[in-house]
């Protein structure tokens, strides 16, 4: 009976390089709880000129982790960037439409809610108020 063949070394280093990689995709679908960026700010956070979001309008605010968006009236409305089907920080915001790279999720900036799948669960929204012409924005702002 021949022997089996034995794997080549281009094959173990082909392996051995796509491990990490592999690993990636592991780390980006995460639970909540493996991963170090918080869902929602741990403290008030100024998050800049209250005139830098316009009425029908948002804002993110990506080194935060916090979208604002101002309605018609003038209200302020604040959310976590956080994904909430896998965790991934949102880095894209056009119009009042969030989109997560991750998984292509996607969510209204305005109401939080989910707009497109695979997240089922809205945006944690955040306290937020104007401070002396400053967005304000946290668990307790």
């Known amino acids: 009976m ?4 034995s794997a080549s070394r281009r094959t173990v280093l082909r392996g051995a390089a ?3 990689v592999a690993g990636l995709g592991i780390a980006a ?3 909540e709880s493996a991963r170090k960026t918080p869902a ?3 403290a008030p956070v100024d998050l800049g000129a209250e005139s830098e979001v316009a009425k029908g309008a948002a804002r993110l605010y990506r080194e935060q982790n916090v979208v604002v968006s101002r309605d018609e009236q003038g209200a302020l409305k604040a959310y976590s960037t956080i994904c909430t089907h896998a965790s991934c920080p949102i880095t894209k915001l ?3 439409r969030l989109t997560c790279f991750c998984h292509g999720s996607e969510f209204d900036a305005a109401t939080g809610e989910v ?3 695979p997240a ?3 945006l944690v929204e955040l306290a937020v108020r104007s401070e002396n012409g400053r967005i304000v924005a946290g668990p307790k702002a």
């Not at 021949?2 to 063949?5: F, I, K, T």
């Open 94 to 96: 056009e119009g009042t």
């Open 115 to 117: 707009l497109q799948a």
């Open 40 to 42: 929602t700010p741990t």
């Open 120 to 122: 089922t669960v809205p």
């Open 18 to 20: 796509l491990a990490p």
């Open 29 to 31: 679908c995460a639970p």
């Open 2 to 5: 021949p022997a089996s063949p």
